[in-house]
């Protein structure tokens, strides 16, 4: 057990010069316990720093601290699929930029198809670090290679451990088994709470069983108030004060604006884009639709509510269809069919084009990152910028790794272009991990339902690197006479930092009603 005297940490070889909190940081990362601060279980720990604060490159830092004295061999980390890279880029991830050139380093991408690189002095006895993702442990037979390797000088790092907040997923239960397995374990989230307290039980969980000390059960007994259908629901939450005592010795938690000196970020504006009548109609019809649906289906929940809202956004971008639907097929088969995709109409598109070629004619390296919520809405405004003359990128799922590192470098300092630059991306692709501060506009053609993707997707741009005043725009449609749409109903939600994803039927039913006809 250690002492509770500040650590001699020595980190003259970092190729870049921590921050005050980062050496804080650092200091809890490398420690394995500290009883008078009430940390008294050893190799735990929740870094929870804001989005932006470098929680790669401390946890990078503490990770070659421990191995000079002999603490670990190796580190173990698991991200979301779409952050994997974010580590293991040999060019340009948090990997090859923070890792010490005076210590032995080998890194691999455990996938699909093994791939590693070297920095640092030849020899055997290197520091190995092992990039992995989420749903790739999630199958047993590529769990079981990492639990070959894992042992009581192994230590776990869970990125964006809000992926494991689930205890019942797969994903969870194959971390839980890793986590047995390794000496330490470090969770990394910038928002360890996306949607209510329930999420820290099976994070908690994770880290270490005594922490909280109860199972699922006795948890929600302890802290949730149930009501609702059978009153089977949560609805309410008591005695978080314990909750938080039982968390608090081995949680850290940094806000940018308190230990950066970032430029400001200003309020979002909206660029409103009229609707034509034929839009306005078919979004009139859909809206009624949705309130009779949800004024008779009583057992409906929030989550099927989301569902059918989806395609009044889909209205206000332009286009109809892309669901998958789940149908039979002559065997008695389920399969699923992907709904046809209807283009109803491009107000946003024409709106974002005409206020970007403005932006062009007046600074000519004007660079921009634009996120859509849609795929189909994405390729149409990838395919309207191939006709002017300007670097694009794309950012979004199932695409070939090299285009989304084309695309990343595109944004990055040290790799972009001269001239105009537009980086298209889905949050749900790309709102996690990534460093673009070549930019510092950014575009929302249309938003998600959840707050976490916003506040992730927003802060790409506003980290250590970027040099000027973040701009934020959102186009939003509007009826043909101004009336307000289901875009406004979701802005306001983000504004108040709501979470619509927790919003009832009633609450749907109450706003839609509210929306001028």
């Known amino acids: 057990m250690e002492s509770d005297q500040d650590l001699s940490i020595d980190l003259s070889s970092c190729r870049v010069r921590p921050y005050a909190h980062q050496r804080v940081g650092i200091e809890n990362l490398v420690r394995w316990d500290r ?36 603490e670990i061999h190796r580190v173990i980390v698991v991200a979301p699929a779409a952050v994997r890279s974010v580590w293991f880029d040999p060019e340009l991830g948090e990997l090859r930029q923070h890792l010490w050139l005076d210590v032995p380093n080998r890194v691999f991408e ?40 894992a042992d009581r000088k192994t230590w776990l ?10 205890h ?5 239960k194959a971390c839980l088994k890793l986590r047995g397995k390794c000496g330490r374990v470090t969770l990394l989230n910038g928002t360890p709470i996306t949607q209510s307290p329930l999420d820290m039980f099976s994070q908690g969980l994770v880290m270490d069983p005594r922490i909280l000390d ?24 008591i005695n978080l004060p314990d909750l938080q005592k039982r968390f608090a010795p081995y949680v850290l938690r940094r806000l940018k604006e308190d230990c950066l000196d970032l430029p400001e970020k200003l309020p979002p504006i909206a660029l409103p884009a009229p609707m034509t009548e034929r839009t306005w109609s078919i979004y009139q019809a859909m809206r009624n639709d949705m309130i009779a649906w949800l004024e008779t289906d009583t057992l409906s929940v929030a989550s099927q509510a989301i569902v059918k809202i989806m395609r009044l956004a889909q209205v206000t971008s332009g286009f109809l ?52 919520r849609f795929r ?12 002017y003359r300007v670097d ?25 272009p001269a001239g105009p630059v537009v980086v298209v991306g889905s949050p749900a692709a790309g709102s996690m991990g990534l460093n673009l501060v070549g930019a510092h506009t950014v575009v929302h053609m249309s938003n998600d339902h959840s707050l976490k993707t916003r506040l992730q997707a927003d802060d790409r741009v506003h980290r250590p690197g970027q040099r000027h005043v973040v701009s934020y725009f959102d186009v939003v449609a509007t009826g043909p006479q101004g009336q307000k749409t289901i875009d406004h109903t979701i802005l306001k939600a983000l504004k108040t930092r709501e979470d619509l994803a927790r919003w009832t039927t009633a609450a749907w039913l109450a706003e839609l009603r509210q929306l001028p006809s």
Request: net charge positive; glycine share 8%.
């Open 392 to 416: 694009i990128g794309a950012i979004q799922g199932q695409q070939k790794p090299a285009e989304r590192a084309a695309a990343i470098r595109l944004l990055d300092p040290r790799t972009m």
């Open 168 to 172: 019942k997923t797969a994903q969870a």
């Open 110 to 149: 455990y996938h699909g198809k093994v791939r590693r690189w070297d920095l640092g002095p030849l020899g055997d006895n290197r520091l190995k670090w092992v990039i992995t993702n989420y749903d790739y442990i999630r199958r047993p037979e590529h769990l079981a290679g990492l639990l070959a390797i």
């Open 376 to 387: 189909p809405e994405t390729a149409r405004l990838l395919k309207a910028l191939e006709t």
């Open 321 to 372: 269809g892309g669901v998958v639907r789940e149908s039979l097929d002559e065997e008695g088969e389920i399969v699923e069919r992907p709904e046809p995709i209807k283009e109803v109409g491009h107000e946003k598109l024409d709106v974002f084009l005409a206020w970007w070629l403005q932006q062009i004619e007046q600074d000519q390296n004007f660079k921009c990152l634009v996120w859509c």
């Open 157 to 166: 790092v869970l990125d964006e451990s809000s992926a494991i907040k689930n």
């Open 35 to 70: 009883p008078r601060a009430g940390r008294t279980i050893g190799g735990v720990f929740f870094l929870a720093d804001e989005m932006g604060a470098g929680k790669s490159f401390q946890v990078i830092c503490a990770a070659q601290s421990l191995y000079a004295r002999r």
């Open 214 to 237: 109860c199972n699922f059960w006795q948890f929600r007994a302890r802290y949730a108030v149930l009501g609702g259908w059978e009153k089977k629901q949560i609805v309410g939450w």
